[in-house]
């Protein structure tokens, strides 16, 4: 299943546009960043078995907060990861890239991520920007 917004003209046009643009890119000036959560005792709803035979499985309860992650990578492999006990948000994002991405940024590098609020974070872009590195969001 995906969003039926993707099969509009000027989503395509910004994607094809985007395409383009990473041709002439060098990526290993690329550092690409995202965040993710995590759902404990988050499992498969299905299962398999041999024919005639019935699935048993168990799995955790779901206690605490959602764990959170942020990570940034580079194409040498270089990078960073952090968690966080709980849902990240943008003054969580900002810090993970005020600590771990700014330093490693040299001028002339790409930084892209996806268009998410928390991105919006204030000042990101100008730091980046003032390291020499591009802000380039991903397309809608």
Known sequence: MRSAEQDRDDIQ????????WMDTVDPTR?????????????RLGYG?????????DSAPVK????PGMVAWMGFDGSGAVAT????????IFRGFVLAHLLPALKPGDIVIWDNHRIHEAEGLKEQIEARGAVLKPLPR
């Open 63 to 66: 206690p605490g907060k959602r």
């Open 13 to 20: 046009a910004e994607r094809a546009v985007f395409i383009e």
């Open 30 to 42: 690329v550092k690409v960043l995202d965040e993710s959560g995590l759902v404990r005792g988050m």
């Open 48 to 56: 398999y078995a041999p024919k005639g035979e019935r699935v048993y």
């Open 84 to 91: 966080h006990p709980g849902t990240v948000n943008a003054p």
